[in-house]
């Protein structure tokens, strides 16, 4: 399973218990805000400007891949997150 996959994991776990604001779930994934704009996966619908809820598909993403280890996610998120904003020198 890729690192963006468990990150939008997580983003749909937190989005488990209804709707959120991206500020919140960014506290946990920094990706959070550009992640559930995408919907890749179509795991996540906007209600309004920064609160978004979990559609069907990713009510059944969670059943399919139970998120249990969310500090290994977390660790995930954030090396990515240092992998896109390091910048390589020319």
Known sequence: MTA???QALACAASLAGGP??????????PNASSILLRNVYGW???????VYAL???????????PQTDMAAVTSAGS??????HSAVPA
């Open 44 to 50: 996540f619908t906007r209600i309004k400007r920064g």
């Open 79 to 84: 090396r990515i997150h240092h992998r896109q």
């Open 20 to 29: 959120r604001r991206t500020r919140e779930i960014r506290s946990a994934i």
């Open 4 to 6: 963006y996959r468990q």
């Open 55 to 65: 559609t069907p598909e990713g009510t059944s993403a969670l059943a399919r891949w």
